[in-house]
């Protein structure tokens, strides 16, 4: 389905296409904690994690390259944008990122009808938040804006969606609405937007798939507050994608065998 394929980036351009239409009051009176359930479970943390990193992703993976991991922020407010080249991508990052590089546990916005049955226990349990792309609120926005507020470390996909290719796609506006929000309602608060580019060396990982991953230097979120929210987001959003661009530059995969994966992953659609 359609909505499996869309990423936080879309998802808070879609709470924010909504946001337009509701009265000022109706903003004002959205309960922070509306119909969200989610939490960081230590114990299932502390198993999924290693789990992960240890067992799940070198045995898939023939090797991941991480660079930049210095650029990590291990506390304050921060989002993590990474480019978005896989479903692995949601394995990745928490690997390169999370406890063994930085001592935190990642949240994240993903679609209401991935947090169902059983996967949806886990992912509740885990940091993930829900958000129906059919009906978009403002709840999961105002649940984001308080992770903030208390220093979480969230993960948005700023492209809006999946793409197997090595080019840095327009980013969506939803992920710099959200920080300049949170630092305009919140002054001094300390946002940081860290920008991640992942590379694999097929566009179709497989067993035995290389994995390169570049983090570059945090964006200070109150550098771009200047009282107008829609061009500090839009300049925001520019920088953000200059960055990736950048880190896209100095992560290749060899052309002959991504050109190839690529060919064959095209004539499987």
């Not at 989610?38 to 994690?49: D, E, G, K, T």
């Not at 991991?69 to 990052?93: K, M």
């Not at 049955?117 to 059919?134: A, T, V």
């Not at 061009?231 to 992560?251: F, I, M, N, P």
Request: charged share 20%; hydrophobic share 40%; proline share 8%.
């Amino acid at each position: 389905m359609l909505w499996e394929h869309i990423s936080p980036g879309s998802l808070l351009d879609l709470i924010f296409l909504s946001m337009l239409s509701m009265p000022e009051t109706a903003l004002a009176n959205t309960p922070t904690d509306q119909c969200i359930d989610s939490r960081v479970s230590p114990w299932l943390s502390a198993i999924a994690y290693p789990l992960g990193s240890n067992l799940l992703l070198p045995s898939f993976f023939g090797n991941i390259e991480v660079h930049g991991r210095s650029n990590l922020p291990t506390s304050g407010p921060v989002i993590l944008a990474p480019v978005h080249r896989s479903r692995w991508d949601a394995l990745i990052v928490p690997h390169v990122t999370g406890p063994r590089a930085t001592g935190r546990y990642l949240r994240f916005m993903v679609t209401a009808d991935e947090v169902k049955g059983l996967q949806g226990w886990f992912i509740r349990r885990l940091g993930g938040f829900p958000i129906n792309p059919r009906r978009p609120g403002i709840a999961s926005f105002r649940y984001s804006m308080e992770l903030l507020r208390q220093g979480e470390m969230m993960v948005i996909f700023p492209e809006g969606g999946i793409f197997r290719d090595a080019q840095v796609h327009p980013l969506k506006s939803g992920l710099a609405r959200l920080a300049i929000q949170a630092e305009q309602g919140h002054p001094n608060l300390g946002v940081k937007i860290v920008p991640i580019y992942l590379c694999y060396s097929r566009a179709l990982p497989v067993w035995g798939s290389k994995v390169q991953v570049s983090i570059g230097a945090p964006l200070s979120v109150d550098r771009y507050i200047t009282g107008s929210p829609k061009q500090d987001a839009r300049k925001l959003t520019t920088d953000l994608h200059h960055h990736l661009a950048q880190l896209g530059e100095q992560v290749q995969p060899d052309e002959e065998i991504w050109k190839s994966s690529h060919a064959e992953e095209v004539a499987q659609l």
